[in-house]
């Protein structure tokens, strides 16, 4: 398997702009799970979703912030309007929903916002 | 609730020389146990995991790893570290009371000195 794949990789914008972030789950898994990453505050869980639905987005800081699963096979974080306080590593991770499976990490995208 | 505490945010150590990362947690149910490692501009890493059974957990790499009940402790060794072995460590926690959500310590970055 591929592995958990995101993309982009690094995305650069200027504050107030919007920022989509997309992630695609190992195939079979259905839990699905968005953290933020940054030095100061470390690894954050943002919102997990369980069957493409959202079962915990207590993490989500903002209203700018919101997560999408359409299908099991796709998620989008999107930030509208971004702010340079964003600025983070952003990891999307999958598991399987019962028992103690370990969660899958993608890459990371790098967000600087400007 | 629960929750985990990395002892050390950073850990110097020579090549060939030992390591332990110290981890403690806290939940009120049983446990699920985890390290994962994270290098430079990657994604996390499972290293090894504690479900149940045999307390000391053997993981990639050549780490390993002690539960311990009685101090709610994970502690994470390994006998001889490389270079390769640079890298930040977290440990996390999950249990059937949390479902499949981790809980993740603030990292513990191992800096592996020739």
């Known amino acids: 398997d591929a592995g958990v794949i995101q993309s982009p990789r690094h995305e650069v914008t200027e504050m107030g702009q919007e920022v989509t972030l997309r992630c695609k789950p190992i195939s079979g898994h259905n839990s699905l799970f968005w953290y933020r990453q940054t030095m100061m505050r470390g690894l954050e869980l943002l919102i997990y979703?369980?069957?493409?639905?959202?079962?915990?987005d207590s993490g989500m800081p903002e209203d700018r912030f919101s997560a999408k699963m359409p299908n099991a096979s796709f998620s989008t974080l999107k930030i509208q309007p971004s702010e340079p306080r964003d600025s983070a590593v952003y990891f999307c991770a999958s598991s399987f929903q019962f028992g103690a499976y370990e969660q899958y990490f993608g890459p990371g995208t790098r967000l600087t916002v400007t | 609730a629960q929750s985990v505490t990395q002892l050390d945010s950073q850990v110097p150590v020579f090549e060939e020389a030992p390591v332990e990362l110290r981890c403690n947690y806290s939940?009120?149910?049983?446990?699920?146990l985890f390290w994962y490692v994270q290098y430079p501009n990657q994604g996390l890493q499972l290293l090894l995991k504690y479900l149940s059974g045999s307390t000391l957990v053997k993981g990639i790499n050549g780490f390993e790893a002690e539960f311990n009940k009685s101090q709610t402790s994970f502690h994470l060794r390994k006998p001889s570290v490389h270079i390769s072995d640079t890298a930040e460590y977290f440990c996390?926690?999950?249990?059937?009371?949390?479902?499949?959500?981790?809980?993740f310590g603030g990292g513990t970055r191992v800096l592996v000195k020739p």
């Open positions: 979703f369980n069957n493409n639905v959202p079962i915990d």
């Open positions: 939940s009120s149910v049983s446990v699920y």
């Open positions: 996390a926690v999950s249990g059937e009371a949390a479902g499949n959500k981790l809980t």
